[in-house]
């Protein structure tokens, strides 16, 4: 694909949106008291983006998109402890979307629901660094009663 400059001047005005909204995240962490304070960068981003005309497909693309996210894309700015990214998201869906290849349709509501149960543990074990088998053989039935091993 050609240099396109278009592209070139969305990304960097999202990095420099981005920069100071993850700096203050590293200084006071998700909390949004201190974060709502980029809630006019914010607007004025999409002031900026959305009002322009693009000439270029891909230009055209990320408008659209930032468009249609704009409710959800920023949503950290006020809540407290909600990721800036959605790495947390795509993680936890994988293994969703790697058992619906596996079955391949041949499941009910109910094995869903169990699925979706066991994969929740499996989650939350796996971000607390707890063993995962470990916790289901020892009959607990609180993760954080669980005195068992972490990192296995």
């Known amino acids: 694909m050609p240099f396109n400059q278009e592209i070139k001047e ?4 999202f990095a420099t949106l981005l920069k100071p909204i993850i700096d203050t995240i590293g200084r006071f962490g998700l909390k949004a008291r201190f974060l709502r304070k980029h809630k006019l960068a914010v607007s004025r981003f999409y002031d900026a983006i959305l009002c322009r005309k693009y000439n270029t497909e891909l230009a055209q693309k990320t408008q659209k998109r930032f468009k249609k996210n704009r409710a959800r894309l920023f949503t950290f ?3 407290d402890d909600v990721p800036w990214n959605n790495n947390n998201a795509e993680h936890a869906i994988k293994s969703f979307a790697d058992l619906r290849g596996v079955i391949d ?3 009910n ?3 869903i629901r169990d699925y979706l149960i066991l994969l ?4 939350t074990c796996a971000y607390r660094e707890i063993d995962f088998f470990g916790f289901l053989r020892s009959g607990e039935k609180r993760i954080d009663g669980y005195a068992g091993e972490r990192g296995r």
């Open 105 to 107: 349709g041949l499941t």
């Open 120 to 123: 929740s543990i499996y989650q």
């Open 10 to 13: 969305v990304v960097q005005e």
């Open 77 to 79: 700015l006020d809540y």
């Open 109 to 111: 509501e109910r094995g």
